[in-house]
């Protein structure tokens, strides 16, 4: 039975680090770290994964590392392997998913070798919240050709869309000097379920490709036609199959002038809305546009001026909830501190803006090339990340009304030696912890160490402090906890709990010597009692107690709040007498480490020696006739036990210790 008392504290504890210089490190082993991507596990706590070269300098695997909410890893120490490819091929990619139900995909490409080699593959496969595979076999999508119409030379990306029916998968092949676009579909089992490489869609040469789902079980798949400035993008509309559903690829930025580079789609089951950077050369602009789910324009054909003020708009990362659409970049515009500063904007799905004319300023720090990026926690406040040179990582709290919640300087997740390496950095809910996980520049160039943090407590957060004292567990917000410590718990209702506990975890266990009991919990109130009658015994509330007849024998133990019963022990008093002389026998060594010796000092004859543990059994038994007698106790384990001579109605017996 468990019993708590709690009292008020002020002891706070949690993993989550606090201090900008010293971030929450999640692995900065020998050679390589890069393409970190992080994902929620739905309770405040996350899984961080990442391309890893530790083995082999040039051969980089996937490790990773989960979070619970306090900040507490819970995996081997810098990661665990989860793919390495069976040919020792390169993992050059990888994209991680984790659903609202809990199901976790991996997709990653293993090759570049240069040379096309049946061996380097486009591979998926489901992940268990031990980051263990769950199907049986990895499945292969596809595989490098060198000729013939599926030709494929290398993979530059995997994206996937899930539905009813299991995943669409589409893949950005290389074709030794030009992509093309492959999709392909597998089951929630991992089974294939079209044809090896899939089916070719769109046209055979393009800038890049991408996928967005149609809230049923097709897809939006999109396309730039070049790499330059100016290039156009295109989108179909594919149903669960991979089948085209309308008659022409639509030119999305007909009524513009092209792109510049950037661009991005967001579905829903009603159409698919468009972002891209567009306009002249330094001169780049952010546009919106929506298609319906029939091909047709919707907001009547228009193009929304999200941001057309001078300077530079770039680097942009947007997001749906609801109805309404949030978006930040890198602004460029006239009268900035440093290259760029921070804006925002909230537009809804009539493609109407609903913050100031050509976005908010959310930071104006000095920046070189910022990559903003943000998470929404319930309340839709937005949490705005960015890199800047000045200050470091910085965020910045904006409401859903577009104000800022923060003085205009932020608060700082790092110092600038810690910034993340470029866009390398993901900010994401994760029950009510909002959270950053990030890969840093190494002074050799690319990215070195992968780090975590947590932005901020949650709003509104309401501070419990409170000390436990529990017997053998106690369970907070579904969570068992066995072992004492001081925690930091997220309580829904956005509160944060520091628990200081105290586990109080009794010994139930009794030892046998002769005939005495004796408890193996100290410092404790004891009750021996006859298990037969299930009555407690006069007078025997000591640690140990030696009954005066044959029976089975328990004790209740109480310490504090605690209390537990021990196992019931059968005790066998024989009906012979002790010998009076306690020097009519001699048993040496004591302690012993192999062998006990038994000298016979008096005129008695003995019928057998035993050697019993202190749990009452007997461990050695031997019939001797004479004296001395060498008994081979070598096999016994270390511990005290009890040497005892049997006569023919007499026993001696002595306590020895084996070494």
Partial sequence: ??????????????????????????????????????????????????????????????????????????????????????????????????????????????????????????WVQELDDEGAKVWENDLALSEEHSSGPLSVGYYYTCQLVRDDFGFHAMMEIGTYGYLRMRMSRFSEAGELLMQYHGVEIGPLSFGHASITTDGANGAFVYYSSG???????????????????????????????????????????????????????????????????????????????????????????????????????????????????????????????????????????????????????????????????????????????????????????????????????????????LLAAWVKPWSGGGTDGVYITRIAEPSNTVYINETVTACDNYEVNGINYTESGVFDIILPGDTLLTLDLTIVDLDESVSLIGTTLTSLQSNATYQWFDCYTNQPIDGANAVSFTPAESGEYATTIAQGACNTVSECTMVIIIGVEEMLNENSFTVFPNPFEESLTIQNNSQEKISCVEVVDVFGRIVYSESISRTPSVLQLDQLAAGTYLCRLKAVDKMFSEIVVKR
């Avoid at 950037?262 to 929506?290: H, K, P, Y």
């Fill in 227 to 433: 790499n330059g400035g100016g290039a156009t993008l295109h989108c179909m509309h594919i149903d669960e199959y991979a089948g085209e559903l309308w008659g022409d690829w639509v030119n999305v930025t007909a009524n513009t002038t092209g792109l510049s580079y950037q661009f991005s789609g967001i579905g829903d089951g009603m159409g698919v809305t468009f972002v891209w950077q567009g306009g002249g050369v330094n001169a780049e602009e952010l546009f919106a546009r929506r298609l319906n789910t029939d091909g047709s324009w919707a907001w009547a054909g228009s193009t929304t001026e999200i941001c057309t003020f001078d300077g530079v708009q770039k680097n942009f990362y947007w997001e749906k909830q609801g109805d309404n659409y949030y978006i930040t970049w890198a602004d460029g515009r006239p009268g900035m501190v440093g290259y760029y500063a921070i804006y925002g904007q909230k537009f809804d799905i009539t493609g109407q803006t609903l913050w100031q004319e050509d976005g908010i300023q959310i930071a104006d720090l000095n920046t070189y090339l910022p990559y903003p990026k943000f998470a929404l926690d319930s309340d839709l406040n937005m949490y705005a990340c960015h890199q800047s040179t000045l200050a470091g990582y910085v965020a910045q709290k904006v409401a859903d009304n577009g104000t800022l919640q923060w003085d205009a300087d932020g608060q700082q997740l790092t110092i600038t030696d810690f910034n993340p390496f470029y866009e390398k950095h993901q900010e994401f809910l994760s029950g009510t912890n």
């Fill in 1 to 122: 039975m468990a019993v708590a008392f709690i009292a008020s504290s002020t002891v706070t504890f949690s993993q989550w680090s606090t201090d900008p210089a010293n971030p929450l490190l999640v692995c900065d082993v020998a050679n390589w770290q890069r393409d970190s991507q992080a994902v929620p596990d739905g309770s405040g706590g996350a899984f961080v994964f990442w391309r890893d070269s530790r083995n082999s300098e040039y051969i980089f695997e996937v490790y990773g590392q989960r979070y619970d909410q306090n900040g507490i890893a819970l995996w081997e120490e810098n990661g665990r392997l989860i793919v390495a490819d069976a040919d020792g091929k390169n993992v050059v990619f990888f994209s991680l998913y984790r659903y609202d139900d809990g199901k976790m995909i991996i997709c990653w490409y293993a090759g570049e070798e240069g040379v096309a080699n049946p061996d380097e593959k486009m």
